[in-house]
């Protein structure tokens, strides 16, 4: 649940009411008032839905089961809904709650169904891996439609740990890839064959990777061309 907000009832719905009306806007009145935008946006959203009994603050303790989180959190981070989007979706009290379990959720906090007094319990931290293994988990990660969970769980690896190698791989950045900590050989220290194996490796991830993007800005383009004018 979010914290308890400060801004009365009247405050918040004459905020709304200037911004529905057009007479200010969320980041405008944010800044008046000394609140989040995103808060503003959270206000305007429940009044919308539910009038002016939305703005007012829950007496109950809100909960949300670990199931409902994860999709929350997933819908984001795979860019199918904005964060305001996935807030409205899930029923969720306001962004500023579901940013939080995203921020959580990407430093490896396993989320567990909210009880008032509880917090979260740590879940895998990710574990040490090879330069082959970070270029294959990459790779396949690019290969199955950039699913980091399902990466994480074949590998057994953190979200941040995928993340942070595939960024890496796309950018055609595979030498930083290496651990530096000298655990492993460089790649000039990789025999021709090595070598070679890797490079086609690479290859052929990049170019599933190309065709993937050009189909999807294909299947984009047909969308748009459908769209009624």
Aim: aromatic residues 8%; positive net charge.
């Amino acid at each position: 649940m979010s914290k308890r907000s400060p801004i009365s009832l009247k405050i918040k719905l004459h905020t709304v009411q200037r911004c529905l009306e057009h007479h200010s806007n969320p980041n405008s009145e944010a800044k008046q008032i000394g609140v989040s935008k995103s808060s503003v946006t959270d206000w305007i959203r429940k009044y919308k839905a539910h009038g002016w009994s939305g703005l007012k603050e829950s007496k109950t303790w809100k909960t949300y089961s670990r199931e409902l989180r994860l999709a929350a959190i997933r819908d984001v981070l795979s860019g199918d809904l904005s964060l305001t989007a996935a807030t409205k979706k899930h029923h969720i009290s306001s962004t500023s709650v579901l940013k939080k379990w995203i921020t959580k959720y990407t430093q490896e906090i396993e989320l567990k169904p909210t009880r008032k007094g509880k917090g979260l319990s740590h879940m895998n931290k990710g574990r040490k891996t090879t330069f082959e293994e970070r270029i294959e988990i990459a790779q396949y990660t690019l290969a199955n439609d950039l699913d980091y969970q399902k990466a994480m769980e074949k590998f057994g690896v953190s979200y941040p740990q995928v993340y942070a190698w595939v960024r890496k791989y796309q950018a055609g950045q595979e030498e930083a890839l290496l651990d530096r900590r000298g655990r492993k050989k460089p790649v000039e220290e990789l025999d021709e064959q090595e070598r070679l194996q890797l490079r086609i490796k690479e290859l052929e991830a990049r170019n599933e990777y190309l065709e993937m993007e050009n189909a999807f800005a294909k299947k984009l383009a047909e969308i748009e061309r459908r769209k009624p004018r």
